[in-house]
């Protein structure tokens, strides 16, 4: 999971608590140039995609090695997910020519848009997408959040939350956090678990 700008991965603590209950394990790196109270550098999000490769290849690595991740992780059933500038992060690892992880198997980007990178969108072969999207989101446009949707190839998921905003349906907004939470879930089942009824789940 990759965090916005000027904020740190503890601000979506209920979100991601969510996840692991669900059986996954989570990893939420914290960006040192956009990390809250740090040295803020929003130019640093053109190098996060890579941020986010190294950090499932240390994943991987620690599945395979004694300790604590021993055996834990499926290397072929890779999610990642992100919110505002780690939502263009999430894009870019997921669906970008510039920086695309092939070992991604789902993708989740929230509060994200397409102008960042340089390469070229939704090749052959991207994973599954869900967007999730405020519609009174004051800092990312919900157009943008659409365009993505849009431009991308299926299976892709729109998930548009009316009367939203922009970190707190990720974070404090429990109405819309519950949401969030179960379609995630659900995607998350379906295209990482191949879970029976988790697209149904999705749709309700």
Known sequence: FAHGFDSSPGVYADLLRAWSAAGYVVAAPAFPRGLAGGPLDEADLASEPADISFVITRLVAANAAPGLLAGVINPV?????????????????GYNTCCRD????????????????????????????LVIQGDHDP????????????????PK???????AGH??????????????????????????????????????
């Open 77 to 93: 059933r890779i999610g990642v997910a992100g919110h505002s500038d780690g939502g263009v992060a999430a894009l870019g690892v």
């Open 102 to 129: 092939a070992r991604i198997s789902a993708d989740l980007v929230g509060s994200g848009d397409e102008q960042t990178f340089t390469g070229s969108y939704f090749p052959a072969g991207s994973p599954p997408l």
């Open 139 to 154: 800092f990312n446009a919900p157009s943008d959040g659409r365009a993505v949707f849009v431009d991308a190839r299926s």
């Open 157 to 163: 998921y729109l998930l548009w939350l009316v009367n």
């Open 167 to 204: 970190i707190e349906p990720f974070s404090t907004d429990q109405a819309h956090l519950t949401v969030v939470e179960n379609v995630s879930i659900a995607f998350f089942d379906r295209y990482l678990k191949a879970v029976a009824g988790a697209a149904g789940r999705m749709q309700s």
